[in-house]
T-cell receptor, first 114, second 111 residues
Framework: GAGVSQSPSNKVTEKGKDVELRCDPI?????LYWYRQSLGQGLEFLIY????????KSGLPSDRFSAERTGGSVSTLTIQRTQQEDSAVYLC????????????FGSGTQLSVL | DQQVKQNSPSLSVQEGRISILNCDYT??????FLWYKKYPAEGPTFLIS?????DKNEDGRFTVFLNKSAKHLSLHIVPSQPGDSAVYFC??????????FGKGNQVVVIP
């Protein structure tokens, strides 16, 4: 597709379950970002992948959060033992990785933890 | 801590009038500033940006002003159109691509 694709668009899960969120970046984009937006808050940086470099994981809120990027393309954000405070919209973005380049965002995954 | 702050979470403006959105930041090291626009159920889309070496950048109906001494920037939309109704996020970065975002401002343009 032409844009950043995220799946699922909505996910409802029970507290304590694990969830996986998927992101397909724009073809050719070497940089991939995960952000989340909790209700009433701004976008919170989670993790950043750039090419083959080690990812910048400094925004991950706890060790229950992890992310992978396979083959420099698709990324999966995994949240283990979900908590109610994990409920948010999880947004993925990609770019060519040049400095000060605009990011292209997907539509996000709305995660609801009951 | 919130390094990028957007107060006055919502703004209503008549079509054809000017919309002014404000953004304050606390990190004096920020050197690049952006505005993103977000419609419901969609991801944010880039709107306009400004480097810290400038104090104004204009793109059509959108102008961003930067006041470094006050650590303040603003977005002017003139004339406002109904299609401008959206949430606007201010964002900033420090020499890298990791952006710090504000909480957003809801703009409603009344036809």
């Amino acid at each position: 597709g032409a844009g950043v694709s995220q799946s699922p668009s909505n996910k409802v899960t029970e507290k304590g379950k694990d969830v996986e969120l998927r992101c397909d970046p724009i073809s050719g984009h070497t940089a991939l970002y995960w952000y989340r937006q909790s209700l009433g808050q701004g976008l919170e940086f989670l993790i950043y992948f750039q090419g083959n470099s080690a990812p910048d994981k400094s925004g991950l809120p706890s060790d229950r959060f992890s992310a992978e990027r396979t083959g420099g393309s698709v990324s999966t954000l995994t949240i283990q033992r979900t908590q109610q405070e994990d409920s948010a919209v999880y947004l993925c973005a990609s770019s060519f990785g040049k400095l000060r380049e605009k990011l292209f965002f997907g539509s996000g995954t709305q995660l609801s933890v009951l | 801590d919130q390094q990028v702050k957007q107060n006055s979470p919502s703004l209503s403006v008549q079509e054809g009038r000017i919309s002014i959105l404000n953004c304050d930041y606390t990190n004096s090291m920020f050197d690049y500033f952006l505005w993103y626009k977000k419609y419901p159920a969609e991801g944010p889309t880039f709107l306009i940006s400004i480097s810290s070496i400038k104090d104004k950048n204009e793109d059509g109906r959108f102008t961003v002003f930067l006041n470094k001494s006050a650590k303040h920037l603003s977005l002017h939309i003139v004339p406002s159109q109904p299609g401008d109704s959206a949430v606007y996020f201010c964002a900033a970065s420090v020499g890298n691509n990791r952006l710090a975002f504000g909480k957003g401002n809801q703009v409603v343009v009344i036809p």
